[in-house]
């Protein structure tokens, strides 16, 4: 599969943007979530193979991207980054899936650009999660509690065990290789903004956090809401609650799946996500 890296400039911040497949196949463009990383979705582009042209990026803040000194972690500054990087690739119409933040983000630019977005994926996103669900506190806990250092590899990967026992210890270790950096000490520290991004997480300003239910009801083409069926996040009701706002939106669970539905259920995510997108 060919893959191709190169970075965007985009509100005067570099956005290191990795795409893979076929450059002139059918774009889908997929969105992380607040502690990920484009690479995140680098065995679902696989899966979704051939003929299609799968674009992510690093949002701002997070792996190769540039960090924002104003701490510009809002909804409202990602969806202008995704604006941004549509306009300068000369995306007319893709395909977008968002996981968690990215779900938001892409729920509220799929609102706001009707005409650009043929088919939607959110997964385990949907509004009362970020405010109200607990896997709401458990993120605001983890954003609270992570060491800032540590001083061995090996630390690191126990601390991300403690943190996502679902996953397989590849997908840990990639995660890790995507989201460390090795310090002058021989230690790793955290390759995103974690003190700019738990900042706006922990203490947001209330301007600028968005109803998503508006966006929901704004919703014009055919989208599917993936949820973990044991995520502690995306809340049955709420899922309903989409459905019911909505007609264009349709929702599966996928079964022994935390909020990472596509880590921990990569098979399962990749065949609904290829099954949705290839309906005519």
């Known amino acids: ?12 911040l570099g956005l290191h943007v990795t795409e893979w497949g076929d450059r002139q196949g059918a774009p889908v463009v997929m969105l992380h979530g607040i502690r990920g990383y484009a690479e995140t979705f680098a065995r679902l582009a696989a899966d979704l193979q051939p003929g299609v042209r799968v674009i992510a990026f690093d949002q701002r803040g997070r792996g190769q991207s540039d ?12 969806v202008a980054d995704m604006e941004a990087v549509a306009d300068q690739l000369g995306l007319q119409q893709f395909d977008l899936l968002g996981h968690s933040m990215g779900g ?12 650009r977005v043929r088919r939607l994926v959110i997964e385990d996103a949907g509004p009362g999660a970020f405010e109200a669900s607990a896997g709401a506190a458990r993120i605001r806990k983890e954003l609270d509690t992570t060491p800032v250092h540590f001083a061995s ?10 943190l996502r026992p679902s996953v397989t210890e590849a997908a840990r270790q990639q995660r890790l290789e995507s989201m460390l950096k090795e310090t002058v000490d021989g230690g790793f520290t955290w390759r995103y903004d974690h003190a700019g991004i738990a900042a706006t997480r922990l203490n947001p300003d209330p301007a600028r956090i968005v109803d998503l239910v ?11 809401v993936v949820r973990g069926g044991r995520s502690d996040y995306l809340q049955p009701e709420m899922v309903q609650r989409m ?8 929702a599966i669970d996928i079964p022994d799946a935390g909020h990472y539905v596509h880590d921990d259920q990569p098979e399962l995510f990749a065949h609904a996500v290829r099954h949705f997108l290839k309906q005519a």
């Open 153 to 162: 590899w090996e630390e690191a990967a126990s601390f991300m065990r403690a």
């Open 1 to 12: 599969m060919e893959r191709r890296d190169y970075s965007l400039s985009v509100s005067s």
């Open 104 to 115: 938001i983000n892409a729920l509220v630019y799929a609102a706001r650009h009707p005409s």
């Open 243 to 250: 459905c019911q706002l909505n007609a264009h939106i349709t």
């Open 67 to 78: 960090w924002d000194p104003d701490r510009h972690y809002y909804v409202d500054a990602y």
């Open 214 to 224: 508006p966006a929901v009801q704004s919703i014009a083409c055919d989208t599917l």
